[in-house]
């Protein structure tokens, strides 16, 4: 690494299919939002020759403007894919979004990657949710590598930020997270800032210099290499006390000068295993230029030091019906195993799939079989279908090239996949196979919402169903309690992102409403009520009269009805009358207009006519007896109460109790979880959680997640029923 020379490859760096899984590197970008992820695509994609100028796309001799990439806008929301080639190897850089709203597709683009580039602002630090992502590399082995971005800010040190990074990223161990490359500055500016024009490389020892737009090599000066000799030695330490070699050490120790071959050796091993991160540095392009500083660099690191698809173990496999399958990782002749990753609509081609091969060939106009997890709670459908596949691509933002295959360990943009969604798996389709799904967030966050109109109202139902198959991080409820259609997201900047979608993708405009939590009632002691239900007028009247007596019950008990009439009072054939009548009611509600719950409901008495009782007549007598004995009782207004836990580092903790009592909260426990974080459990009712997802990630700085559980109803505090009764038009 930092000992090649490079010549610019030109168009030549758009990358095409490659045809050994040995010569693809899959790369996913993380970071914070501002962290400078999509500028480094971009400068990577120019030192690659993928493009031809700072902010345009060379394709086939004509010139169009970059952001056909993707609209920056776009890509700060979703994964996007930029393949390129470099020295012969094919890299698929995928960009994900910095807000933590859509982590699903930062998901998605750690499923799909082999590797993680960390991108860290030097002038803002790392931030807890990007602690929080090197945690999940951390426990699944992936290897990693941090890029410090925007080192022309006046407040950038790289120094200091390294120490960041170390003693958030390195753990038990500081000394796996050390530089590669240390900055060099230029001649101080005016305003006494120095900018960085060139890098200098602590293992070779070399000098390269960007000041010009093109990298350029050099022997560093006398005052460079005491600048890093501290550095370099400390780098060779944390190489060699990783290296596989246990003589290395005592070598090195009794002053044997390491060669520099074994130590690069050495260290690319150690970031392929991921147990050491190299921290190295990058700047994009000036305008003109062709190069960006430490995008050479970067590139080597990617292609040497970061593992091949051949060094990844296939994630576990089933057939649909359970049954264990190994399949051999990434062998490009194996029985075909893919996985779409993400799922996007264009209005132009339909729905476009990005999938990864993980196992055999994929291939144009082939017939697959879909086979999918049935993620029914988010609105997702058991997928078990064949279909053709369309025409394969390398995405290009915008523009597309067309692909013969892709091979095992590649990835490529599949066409007209109709019923395919993200997170389901592609397989032979006299052979399919299931991969286990990846890990989503749950959505924690409703939006309730409504048809604007008639013609919208017609169009909703087609759109939601798009909408969530194209994120599983979202999802779909009609909840048949509040008769609400509910979107659940996981934060403000998801769901906008979710109605700009419906109203300009698929052009339906929806209106937002208050969100509704399912309350109930019950009756706080013993009631009796007389249901009587006398008409008479021309031909048959009716007649019916029941006498009841209402007791509440423990909870979760819901309606019990018993029969206790004597001598016939009521004919047998209408008790189930007066029953379903008193079900009827409950169900309507007695006070305030929901559901009655967790009561007994005993006949005790009641009188019929021969001619003029009937089930109808009794149904009603039923209903108003039950009203009857509710007006004379007291009645609780229930709430749900969630069982909800937080994940919170130990500095935020106080904020977090104090704001789940302010929330009428009850804490139950807490446990320290490791890391510094602790686990807060507390039973908090429903109503005051609504926008939680949104409190919490401002009272902890985004450092916090929380599940949530439906636990019971229990009443609610008087003054708040009466409000609520208030409120209620029928009460």
């Not at 407040?155 to 161990?173: L, S, Y």
């Not at 008193?582 to 309507?588: E, G, K, L, S």
């Not at 009850?666 to 429903?686: C, F, I, K, N």
């Amino acid at each position: 690494m930092g000992d090649k020379a490079h010549a610019h490859p030109g168009a030549a760096g758009r990358a095409t299919a490659a045809d050994h899984p040995a010569s693809v590197r899959n790369v996913v970008l993380v970071g914070h939002s501002g962290s400078g992820k999509t500028t480094l695509v971009e400068a990577l994609a120019l030192t690659a020759g993928a493009v031809n100028r700072a902010g345009r796309v060379e394709d086939g001799g004509t010139v169009s403007d970059y952001d056909e990439i993707e609209h920056r806008q776009q890509r700060s929301v979703q994964l996007s894919l930029v393949p390129v080639d470099w020295d012969g190897y094919k890299i698929n850089i995928l960009d994900t979004p910095g807000y933590a709203d859509f982590v699903g597709e930062l998901r998605a683009g750690l499923r799909a990657a082999d590797a993680a580039l960390f991108v860290v602002s030097a002038s803002d630090g790392v931030d807890g949710s990007t602690r929080m992502v090197w945690e999940e590399c951390a426990a699944v082995g992936m290897p990693r590598a941090i890029v410090v971005t925007h080192l022309e800010s006046a407040r950038a040190d790289f120094e200091e930020m390294t120490r960041i990074c170390a003693e958030a990223f390195g753990g038990d161990d500081p000394d796996a997270v050390l530089p590669l490359y240390l900055p060099l500055r230029g001649p101080e500016a005016p305003d006494g800032h120095a900018p960085v024009t060139g890098l200098i490389g602590l293992l070779t020892q070399r000098l390269f210099d960007y000041a010009s737009g093109e990298r350029k090599e050099a022997e560093p000066g006398p005052e460079q290499r005491q600048l890093i000799e501290d550095a370099r030695n400390r780098l060779i330490e944390g190489i060699i006390a990783e290296s596989e070699d246990e003589t290395l050490m005592d070598r090195y120790l009794g002053g044997e000068e390491i060669d520099l071959k074994t130590l690069v050796q050495d260290l690319e091993r150690a970031v392929a295993r991921g147990t050491f991160f190299p921290v190295l540095a990058a700047a994009p392009a000036a305008e003109g230029a062709r190069q960006g500083l430490g995008t050479v660099e970067l590139l080597e690191l990617v292609t040497g030091g970061f593992p091949t698809p051949l060094e990844r173990p296939a994630p576990s496999v089933t057939t649909p019906d359970g049954t264990v399958r190994a399949v051999e990782a990434c062998d490009p002749d194996g029985p075909l195993l893919a996985e779409v990753v993400k799922t996007a609509s264009d209005p132009y081609v339909g729905r476009v799939s990005l999938v990864r091969v993980f196992s055999g060939t994929l291939r144009p106009d082939a017939t697959v079989h879909v086979s999918g997890h049935g993620l029914t709670d988010r609105g997702h459908e058991d997928h078990d279908v064949d279909e053709r596949i369309g025409t394969l691509s390398a995405p290009f933002g915008k523009q597309q090239r067309a692909l013969t295959h892709c091979i095992a360990g590649d990835l490529a943009s599949v066409a007209k996949l109709n019923r395919a969604e993200t997170g389901d798996t592609l397989s032979a389709k006299d052979d399919p196979l299931l991969m286990e799904s990846w890990r989503m967030p749950d959505p924690l966050l409703p939006l309730a919402i409504e048809a604007h109109s008639k013609a919208d109202e017609d169009k909703l139902s087609q759109g939601l169903g798009r909408l969530v198959a194209e994120d599983p991080t979202m999802r779909l409820e009609q909840n048949p309690a509040t008769h609400q259609v509910v979107l659940w997201c996981l934060g403000e900047a998801h769901a906008d992102v979710a109605l700009e979608r419906l109203r300009n993708r698929y052009g339906v405009q929806v209106d937002v409403v208050p969100h509704k939590v399912s309350l109930r009632e019950t009756f706080a002691g013993t009631s009796s009520g007389r249901g009587r239900h006398v008409k008479q007028s021309g031909g048959h009247g009716q007649f019916a009269i029941c006498e009841i007596e209402v007791e509440p019950l423990p909870n979760g008990s819901g309606i019990e009805f018993v029969d206790k009439v004597i001598g016939g009072a009521v004919p047998r054939q209408f008790i189930p009358s007066v029953e379903k009548g008193v079900r009827a009611q409950a169900a309507r509600g007695v006070a305030a207009g929901y559901p009655l719950i967790d009561v007994r409901v005993t006949l005790r008495d009641g009188k019929a006519h021969s001619v003029d009782s009937s089930d109808a007549a009794f149904q009603t007598a039923g209903a108003l007896a039950l009203r009857e004995a509710a007006a004379d009782a007291r009645i609780h207004l229930l709430e749900p109460v969630a069982e909800v836990s937080v994940l919170v580092g130990d500095d935020y903790v106080g904020a977090v109790m104090s704001d789940l009592s302010g929330r009428r909260g009850r804490v139950v426990g807490t446990e320290q979880a490791g890391g510094g974080r602790t686990l807060v459990r507390a039973e908090v009712p429903e109503i005051e959680i609504g926008r939680y997802a949104v409190d919490l990630r401002s009272i902890s700085h985004g450092t916090a997640r929380f599940d949530r559980h439906y636990a019971r109803h229990e009443p609610m505090p008087q003054q708040i029923a009466e409000r609520i009764r208030e409120r209620t038009p029928d009460s």
